[in-house]
């Protein structure tokens, strides 16, 4: 990397420094250096975006304070900056791997945000790029709140993550222009709700590693109950156990980080696996419950793929990375059954909840 950059600037420029030099007994060169420097060091508007975008792990610590632990001491939970920082990055989640499916909660809480965005513009008189989000959304464009609405109402409940990403955009490229809204409309908007349901998508968005997840936790300490919890079907059991704080255990105690450990048991073999695995295999199989009109013929996803019943064969199976598990049509629908149930009950769904905060989620 070249350590001196070659400037041309303006003869009346030039001049202008020359004459300031002069008058302050400096070189040309030192004054400009000030100038630059001094200019550098002072707040553009934007600047504070880029800051952020500049050290996304000191950023993400920020959020999850503020809105994972609560701790905003009475201001508002996030700047204008960051909610750009949280779009653009959970967009980029739906950017990231391949063959993974959105989940609605996460989705739909963006796609309800676009709405209530889309809205109050539309009401105020604001103006929008029209052109673009009819493209986006293929509204004709005669009332967009209304076609919107329609829109919602006919999404499939099981979206592919690269149709999801498109239908992000207008958020992320500036349809909206947030600098526009009261902050009372903002905060009525992005609710700390949201922003919760959002945060998963942040992490993934980031790349987010096991190593970052670990600083995270051990620098900010979020208390989460250690779980363990068997799913069993037919000859096939899958145990679950949740790394945590202990039922009884006192604050100031060893500080057990957060983290997940799912050991496949079979008639031949033992196979363990950790979060990345775990959150796509459970994502997956939860939509297929919520929805198995929309995944019947299975799905082949990131690390993760599933087959239901009658489909390629009379059993159902699963698999991970080159990995086939075939279990007779009735096991398998207790394996989906059980732990998509077990998965949102009690202290297991709190431990989930917490470490999707942690290690990130689609």
């Not at 952020?52 to 994972?68: F, G, S």
């Not at 950790?274 to 919520?290: I, K, N, Q, R």
């Amino acid at each position: 990397m070249l350590s001196q950059l070659n400037l041309r600037f303006h003869k009346k420029l030039i001049e202008a420094l020359k004459v300031r030099a002069g008058r302050e007994n400096t070189s040309v060169n030192a004054l400009a250096e000030r100038f630059l420097d001094d200019g550098l060091k002072t707040v553009a508007p934007g600047d504070g975006y880029f800051q952020l975008v500049a050290d996304p792990e000191a950023t993400v610590r920020q959020l999850y304070r503020h809105i994972i632990l609560g701790q905003t001491f009475g201001t508002a939970p996030v700047s204008r900056d960051e909610l750009r920082f949280i779009l653009a990055y959970s967009r980029e989640a739906f950017l990231r791997g391949q063959g993974r499916l959105a989940t609605l909660p996460a989705l739909r809480t963006l796609l309800d945000i676009t709405r209530d965005l889309l809205a109050w513009h539309v009401a105020s008189g604001r103006p929008l790029d029209d052109h673009y989000l009819t493209g986006i959304f293929r509204l004709p464009g005669d009332n967009l709140v209304e076609e919107f609405d329609a829109f919602l109402a006919e999404l499939r409940p099981v979206v592919d993550q690269m149709y999801a990403e498109h239908l992000l955009r207008p958020l992320e490229s500036g349809c909206f222009d947030l600098a526009e809204v009261p902050e009372a409309v903002l905060a009525g908007i992005f609710t700390l709700p949201r922003l919760k349901t959002i945060f998963p998508l942040i992490l993934r968005g980031l790349d987010w590693t096991t190593d970052k997840a670990t600083a995270l936790a051990q620098d900010l300490r979020p208390v989460s109950p250690a779980v363990t919890e068997t799913v069993q079907a037919g000859t096939l059991r899958l145990d679950i156990r949740i790394d945590g704080q202990q039922p009884g255990e006192r604050p100031g105690a060893w500080y057990n980080t957060p983290r997940l450990h799912l050991l496949i048991t079979g008639q031949d073999f033992v196979v363990p696996y950790g979060w990345d695995v775990f959150s796509e295999l459970l994502g997956l199989l939860t939509l297929y419950a919520h929805h198995p009109e929309a995944l019947a013929h299975g799905h082949q996803g990131e690390q993760v793929m599933f087959s239901p019943p009658g489909h390629v064969s009379k059993e159902g199976f699963f698999g991970i990375g080159g990995l086939r598990i075939f279990l007779p049509a009735e096991d398998f629908e207790t394996l989906v059954r059980e732990l998509t149930t077990k998965c949102t009950e009690g202290m297991l769904a709190e431990a989930l909840s917490g470490l999707r905060c942690l290690y990130g989620d689609l």
